[in-house]
């Protein structure tokens, strides 16, 4: 839908896990090889964390780094969204965790459940407080440690994961060019097993047994997600182009989420958007969930190809299946 929000990004910044996993590692252990992935996926490498790494920590510093960048203190902000599917703990919420790890004071805080999109649906979901004037500065981060639900005994789905954090500190801007230009969210829970965690929930809490049958792991149904990413893609960088009223060329930079780089191009393609105005990174950090997004936008940033004026969309898919797309001008 159109819309004008005036949000601005004032900070950003990341946090990947620090252990390099090629496709070779893959390779010495499982039946894959290097070639079939680069060919299927476009990945080379991935970040995993360590035995001391969490999700927590990834959040935290990336946070911090996101407030430095914005040259603002903890308490500056005033509300915190995090989307996780990987919460430190299922109980309490990471966002309230990050809120005392950072020393935000008493803010509100709390997780969004939505996977791969959930960056952008949080992102979609701050902009509304600033709007409405619930909230001036709001922290909004993307974290996952997909490797703590991989089943590195798979090789059609532990090939695709890595673990990341990416923060964006969204603000309340005053230039009437800035702000979200086009927004859309989207869900159809018709296809909710096509990616999802058998056990683990209320309707399977962990036994024995689902340990032993490894059902807490996340399970995908990789050619129908697939298909379904390419469509919706294309479709929502189509609308969100008409709704902001742009053509293709004034949009500077795309920013999607990195699950398979023959999904972002063939999306691209059949929308005739060039890949030299999309932020590819995935043969790097494979598909970090709700990291990815963010993550992408933080390097496009800091490298120059993100510049004040610029048109930019934020576009992500994923579990639930969940789509959302941000257009937005920086
Ligand atoms: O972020 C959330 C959203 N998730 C996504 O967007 C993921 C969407 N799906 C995909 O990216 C792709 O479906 C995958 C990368 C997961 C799989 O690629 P594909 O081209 O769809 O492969 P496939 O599942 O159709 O499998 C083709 C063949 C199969 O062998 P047979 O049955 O043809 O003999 C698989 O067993 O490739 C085999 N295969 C592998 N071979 C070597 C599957 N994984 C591997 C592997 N190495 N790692």
Redesign the pocket.
Known sequence: MKVRWPVEIVGTGIRTGSRVMTNDDFAERL???DE??QQ??GIRERRLTVENESTLQLARQASEGALERAGLAPSDIDLIICATITPEHVLPSTACELQAALGCGHVPAFDHVS??TGFTWAFLSASQYIHSGMANRVLVVGVDCMSRMTDYED??TS??FGDAAGAAILARTDDPERGVYAASMGADGSQAMS?WVPAGGSKEPATNRTVNERLHYIR?N??E??RF?VTKMQQQMKQAIEDAGVTVDQIALVVP?Q??LR?IESACEKLGFPLSRVVINIDRYG?T?AASVPVAYHEAVTDGRIKPGDYVMLIA???GLTWGTALLRV
Do not use: Q
Request: glycine share 10%; hydrophobic share 40%; proline share 0%.
């Open positions: 039946d894959t090889n079939w992935i299927r996926t996977a791969c090789r059609g090939i695709l990616i995908m990789g050619r997600v697939y990413a989420h699950s398979n999904i598909n969930s898919f994923g579990a």
